[in-house]
């Protein structure tokens, strides 16, 4: 567990009111933070069927170094923001080279594993 400042983008007005995004902790005014890996010990995890992954452009932390808990998400549910920070889409698609049934609906890129299988 480590600490973050949550800020509010300069560029609200351009996109939306809903998103916060973080930087590193400089004061005082912090909120706890997790890694996925974190989270997964602390609630004694083996594998989360559904990862939904909406953090305003901070794909390039989480995902960039192809971190070991992502062979242990079944599906992501993901939307990258390029928009904010050039390279969110890229670094998923790296760390997302392991699901390749894909379909997007709206801002949001599913991504699974394997394909599910029918009942017959």
């Not at 400089?26 to 996925?36: K, L, R």
């Not at 808990?69 to 928009?83: F, N, Q």
Request: hydrophobic fraction near 40%.
């Amino acid at each position: 567990m480590g600490r973050t400042t949550l800020v509010t983008p300069s560029d609200v007005q351009q996109y939306d009111h809903w998103g916060v995004r973080v930087s590193e902790a400089e004061d005082d005014n912090t909120v706890p933070a997790f890694s996925v890996d974190d989270l997964m010990r602390t609630h004694k995890l083996s594998f989360i069927d559904i990862l939904k992954l909406d953090i305003e452009g901070s794909e390039l932390e989480v995902l960039a170094t192809y971190p070991n808990w992502i062979s242990r998400i079944g599906m992501l549910a993901i939307e990258t923001h390029d928009r904010f920070r050039p390279g969110c889409r890229q670094v998923f698609e790296c760390a997302g080279r392991d699901f390749p049934v894909r379909f997007t609906q709206g801002e949001i890129e599913f991504a699974f594993r394997q394909a599910a299988q029918s009942a017959a």
